[in-house]
């Protein structure tokens, strides 16, 4: 509980900071007023459609990837899975580069959130073929990495086949994970898919919590391993496709805020699933004021500077996790 609330109120303090923080140096007070009342000034419009959906974005995608990466930690046992490892994230970024080379998402307002989502349907579609119906954890981590591998392939011939320097310039920056000139638009088109895959995976604790004692255990304790794992991968492709589909590819969050959080929680999957969430949506949206505030002018990206924030503390904790085994 005391958890719950510390994260809470962390949030809330980082969505207030998110709206009203950026490069125009407008005040807090009139920010929010212009926020809720509309006067018809173009700081309304700039809080309404570009900073309202840029938070809003940044709290849900943080948090998929938080929960989505629990999960998979959870289902598999291995603390260095997440959620790109069973290849949808991978799919979901081939669909919206091809989109971009073809001209889709220039023709067509929604062209490249739509062809990432394709590409993710196609990729658990794929996985789920290659794992079979029987499958256990192995078989779809090498399902998820021959899949992956085949998606980072591809996208490498698109970009080498681009038509001009351009799209070649357009695909790396997409790649490269922003929330900039995201709408409200974005905003639902995203949580209308993030929503059925948050309820899908927030089920999954008790069968996760089941699955500490191994799969014959759990087997035992009336736990129905096939609908568990088409469960994890379902929700986790809807909202990892939906996160890519509108941000482009954001890693670490996934890998690394369920290790941060983990200890906090007694190293229950069914706790940490939340925790993850809520811990995803706060580094997230860390990352993404970070990005307003350093180098405005420079356009940095928020999956540059995830990266940046994620290596570390990953590498921190290998060697955090190798000290306490020695």
Do not use: C
């Not at 840029?54 to 959620?83: F, K, W």
């Not at 079979?132 to 490498?156: E, H, K, M, Q, R």
């Not at 570390?312 to 000290?323: A, D, G, M, Q, V």
């Amino acid at each position: 509980m005391r958890l719950a609330l510390s994260l809470s109120v962390l949030l809330a303090l980082l969505a207030l900071a998110g709206l009203v923080l950026g490069p125009a140096g407008i005040g807090p007070g009139e920010s929010l007023r212009a926020l809720v009342h509309n006067d018809g000034t173009p700081l309304t419009l700039v809080m309404r459609e570009i900073r309202l959906p840029r938070v809003l974005l940044a709290a849900m995608i943080g948090a998929s990837l938080g929960l989505a990466g629990a999960a998979m930690q959870g289902y598999l046992r291995n603390p260095l899975a997440d959620p790109g490892l069973i290849g949808i994230s991978g799919t979901a970024a081939l669909g919206a580069v091809i989109s971009i080379h073809t001209g889709l998402s220039a023709a067509f307002a929604f062209g490249l959130p739509l062809a990432a989502l394709a590409g993710a349907l196609i990729g658990v579609g794929v996985v789920l073929v290659l794992a079979g119906p029987g499958g256990g954890a192995l078989t779809l981590i090498l399902a998820g990495i021959a899949v992956s591998a085949l998606a980072g392939a591809l996208t490498s011939l698109v970009l080498n086949l681009a038509p001009n320097p351009f799209a070649a310039n357009e695909i790396v920056f997409w790649m490269m994970g922003s929330l900039a000139d995201r709408s409200m638009m974005h905003v639902w088109l995203a949580l209308s898919l993030m929503l059925p895959g948050w309820v899908l995976l927030a089920r999954l604790g008790r069968g996760l919590d089941a699955l500490t004692l191994g799969e014959d255990a759990a087997a035992s304790l009336g736990i129905n391993l096939r609908a568990l794992r088409l469960q994890l991968v379902f929700g986790t492709a809807l909202v990892v496709g939906a996160a890519t589909a509108v941000a482009g590819a954001i890693g670490f969050v996934g890998l690394v805020v369920p290790h941060l959080l983990r200890p906090l929680v007694g190293a229950r999957p069914a706790a940490l699933l939340w925790a993850s969430a809520l811990g995803g949506a706060a580094m997230l949206m860390t990352a993404d004021i970070a990005v307003r505030v350093i180098l405005p002018t420079k356009d940095l990206k928020l999956g540059v500077v995830m990266a940046l924030i994620g290596a570390p503390l990953f590498l921190h904790l290998i060697y955090r996790t190798r000290r306490a085994m020695t």
